[in-house]
């Protein structure tokens, strides 16, 4: 029986990922930055660039993949925007390319993630750290039950690299140390000893 085959996208709000399913393996065939807080609010959404940005890229995947079915994920900033919002984003996708783009909960998220790790970490008390780009999830798991979930909305790579936008050249004069520190002061205090912690994203 030939395997079923799909393309997934993670849409975040500084990285769209693109995967192709086969079976149960994951393949991960392309990214691309994308920035889309840029401009965005929970009462508008994205601006109309990013917005039309977005359009094009689905459009993209979708005709370099046209003998496979798309299914969409969208995380980050699309949950901050106000119903009517997301709803309006919602049909001018499926208008615009065929596709429905599904704006995941982060209960669905941190679910999907400990469905896809917990196997490989079911004894000890696992930290699954989930970088993004507008924020971050801390899932506390033990033997396939989530123990603690807590998000940090101020904390992602696209926040910080706002914030400091002077961090990734040759030379910065940002401190390492002064980073640490800030997100340390945001980070709650964990209910339950950690054995392991292993993060994914990073964007």
């Known amino acids: 029986m030939p395997k079923k085959e799909k393309i997934m996208l993670d ?5 769209i990922k693109v995967y192709k399913v086969s079976g149960e393996n994951l ?16 009462e508008s959404g994205l601006s109309n660039e ?37 709803q309006q984003l919602i049909d ?26 917990i196997d490989k970490y079911n004894s000890d008390t696992a930290l699954i750290i989930n970088i993004g780009g507008g924020s971050t999830e801390l899932i506390l798991v033990k ?27 040759s030379l910065s004069r940002i401190k390492l140390n002064d980073l640490v520190k800030e997100v340390k002061e945001v ?7 950690v054995k392991i912690a292993f993060y994914s994203g990073g964007e």
């Open 11 to 15: 849409v975040g709000s500084s990285t």
């Open 27 to 42: 393949e991960h065939i392309q990214s691309k930055s994308s920035f889309l807080k840029d401009g965005f609010s929970k």
């Open 50 to 86: 990013n917005k039309q940005l977005l359009l094009e890229f689905l459009k993209q995947v979708k005709a370099e993949n046209s003998s496979l079915p798309v299914e969409i994920y969208a995380t980050s900033i699309f949950r901050k925007m106000n119903s009517q919002v997301q």
């Open 92 to 117: 001018t996708v499926l208008e615009s390319t065929g596709l429905h783009f599904n704006i995941i909960s982060h209960e669905q998220e941190s679910s999907y993630m400990q469905q896809a790790l």
């Open 143 to 169: 033997e396939k039950k989530a123990l603690e979930v807590h998000e940090l909305e101020t904390v992602g790579v696209g926040n910080l690299i706002t914030k400091y936008p002077e961090i990734n050249e």
């Open 187 to 193: 980070l709650p205090d964990l209910k339950n000893e």
